[in-house]
């Protein structure tokens, strides 16, 4: 029975939750990988393009609250989320044509795009704050849990209660779905392999005939739909606040990096070894060995960082690959 709760704690506390937070990394790093990967830049205005289409959402779903409709067990959220994307997509595509164009068309080196995307992130952020306010944000309405922890212990017998939240599991579904629905685009339409063709050889694209605007405007419309998907169930899941989004900028740029910048594979698998590495260094391990070794007693929790460092962890990952490994582990772009 001993293990039996061990193992129902580290699904409590360390699986689930990684599993979850993992999903939404590996969204955000494919909005960055398809960045550098085509547009050839590291947008550093991501994790803000993801709050203010979060924010876009948030409004959109007060919006159809106020008229009465809501989307049964499911957050309201996924009824305004097309239209969040929508809005986000217009105002990326805007913010491309008034800084980002004109460097391009100037043919200007990839650091000017860095520091243009810092510029628009300082700007992004405050239009998040100004549309929402600083204050935390709950949008969560709908089913809030799949597996109830006291319900479990009744029904297992067990000490340890499992908790799975409609939201994780929400999160998992769509993260699937859209994965999916973005390598099947890729690889199966026109546009798709015309980006493809664009990131591989630039001069040879063009020399087929591809268009590189619409190739960019594509590019810049995939990734606001990445960012506003991966912004609201990263809101969904935790809560919403404008500042917590410009932390997340860490984590998936690590993610990109660690699975290879530019490879989409390998910003799904990074996003994962980000999440796990992150939730398992901070979780204090104590619960799990009093019931693996229950005469023993710790003096400490058994906990390598505190949750207030869990940033650090991907910082030290980052700076790991970039010394030993710049590709990444699936051999993207070298940084």
């Known amino acids: 029975m001993d293990i039996l709760n061990a193992l129902v704690a580290i699904l409590n506390y360390v699986v689930i939750p990684a599993t979850a937070y993992g999903a939404q990394l590996a969204l955000g790093a494919l909005g960055v990988t398809l960045i550098y990967g085509i547009l050839r830049f590291s947008n550093f205005a991501h994790g803000d393009t993801m709050a203010i289409g979060t924010a876009i959402t948030i409004l959109f779903t007060w919006m159809l609250q106020s008229f009465g409709i ?96 409609g939201t994780q599991v929400l999160t998992v579904v769509v993260a699937v779905a859209v994965v999916w629905a973005l390598f099947w685009f890729l690889n199966r339409t026109r546009s798709g392999k015309a980006m493809r063709a664009y990131s591989d050889n630039e001069d040879l694209a063009l020399l087929s005939g591809i268009d590189p605007e619409r190739v960019v405007r594509l590019t810049w419309i995939i990734a606001a739909g990445l960012a506003t998907i991966a912004g609201v169930l990263y809101g969904l899941d ?14 998936i740029f690590a993610a990109a990096i660690v699975g290879g910048l530019g490879n989409p594979v390998g910003a799904i698998a990074g996003g994962f070894i980000v999440a796990f590495s992150e939730v398992a260094v901070t979780y204090p391990w104590r619960k799990v060995a009093g019931y693996l070794a229950p005469d023993w007693q710790p003096a400490g929790l058994l906990q390598l960082l505190g949750t207030e460092y869990k940033f650090a962890v991907s910082f030290v990952i980052l700076i790991v690959v970039l010394l030993f490994r710049p590709t990444g582990l699936f051999r993207g772009k070298s940084v």
Do not use: C, H
């Open 238 to 251: 935790k809560s919403f606040r404008p500042f917590n989004y410009f932390q997340m900028l860490l984590p």
């Open 70 to 165: 809501s989307f049964g067990p499911l957050p309201t959220a996924l009824l305004a989320l097309p239209l969040g994307i929508a809005a986000t997509a217009v105002l990326v595509l805007a913010t491309d044509r008034a800084v980002y164009r004109f460097y391009r068309v100037q043919r200007a080196a990839p650091i000017i795009f860095v520091m243009a995307s810092v510029g628009v992130m300082f700007v992004l952020n405050g239009l998040t704050r100004l549309l929402i306010g600083v204050d935390e944000r709950r949008f969560d309405d709908g089913t809030r849990f799949v597996i109830n922890a006291r319900e479990f212990r009744e029904w297992s017998g067990l000490s340890e209660g499992l908790a799975l939240r």
